[in-house]
């Protein structure tokens, strides 16, 4: 059973910066993409990031030049590093893989911006 697991969350100011993590307990070098959700109060999951096994990158419009994820197969880690952050930033923010035609999900980590 794969397990993935989310750190690096926390209360920051606005224009700030924080550095998520999510680790793996199975090897990441065969998944084709990992992502990075979140979720804001009363508001539905929405896609942040994507990485490709070939590190292509892709990010969601609102992020865009400020989020940047990468991964590190031999640590089986996914990182989003966040820079100016804003309020609305702020939600609980998950790691996903698709592994043969099944989802993991991270039990998330909660990030707030305050103005």
């Known amino acids: 059973q794969v397990q993935l697991v989310e750190s690096g969350g926390g209360l920051v100011q606005a224009g700030g910066s924080l550095s998520l993590s999510c680790v793996s307990s199975?090897?990441?070098?065969?998944?084709?993409?990992i992502n990075w959700y979140r979720q804001a109060p009363g508001k539905q999951r929405e896609l942040v990031a994507t990485?490709?096994?070939?590190?292509?990158?892709n990010h969601a419009d609102s992020v865009k030049g400020r989020f940047a994820i990468s991964r590190e197969n031999a640590k089986n880690t996914v990182y989003l590093q966040m820079n100016s952050l804003k309020p609305e930033d702020t939600g609980v923010y998950y790691c996903?893989?698709?592994?043969?035609?099944?989802?993991?999900w991270g039990q998330g980590t909660q990030v707030t911006v305050s103005s």
């Open positions: 199975g090897s990441i070098v065969s998944i084709n993409a």
């Open positions: 990485i490709t096994s070939g590190g292509i990158t």
């Open positions: 996903h893989y698709r592994l043969y035609y099944r989802d993991y």
